[in-house]
């Protein structure tokens, strides 16, 4: 069982930048691959990115790949989602995720969530 926790949602600027936090409990987080994936209301959940369990790799969805960047420090149990030259249409609540599997680009692969953090861009 893994219980997650984002921080650091808010309201930004367009070519701001934002950085958020998962924390994770438990002790085997390095044995989970992490999604980050947000939400714009009336839209489906949709892909970020996701990093691999020791972090040596990470793949974007087209849409915020060159400004979005992953990372995770699994000592401290948590990922990042580093968010620079932000725009309004990254608007979204978003979630970071979960999974012992293979860290396919959809919401159904993953099996623990956070409660998501809003970030609002204003043009």
């Known amino acids: 069982q893994v219980q997650l926790v984002e921080s650091g949602g808010g309201l930004m600027q367009a070519g701001g930048s934002l950085r958020l936090s998962c924390a994770a409990s438990?002790?085997?987080?390095?044995?989970?691959?992490m999604g980050w994936f947000r939400q714009a209301p009336g839209e489906e959940r949709e892909f970020v990115g996701v990093?691999?369990?020791?972090?040596?790799?990470?793949s974007y969805a087209d849409s915020v790949k060159g400004r979005f960047t992953i990372s995770r420090d699994n000592a401290k149990n948590t990922v990042y989602l580093q968010m620079n030259s932000l725009k309004p249409e990254d608007t979204a609540v978003y979630y970071c995720?979960?999974?012992?599997?293979?860290?396919?680009?959809?919401?159904?692969?993953?099996?623990?969530w956070g409660q998501g953090t809003q970030v609002t861009v204003s043009s």
């Open positions: 995720a979960a999974t012992k599997g293979i860290p396919i680009p959809r919401p159904r692969y993953y099996d623990y």
């Open positions: 438990g002790r085997t987080f390095s044995s989970y691959a």
């Open positions: 990093i691999g369990r020791s972090g040596g790799v990470a």
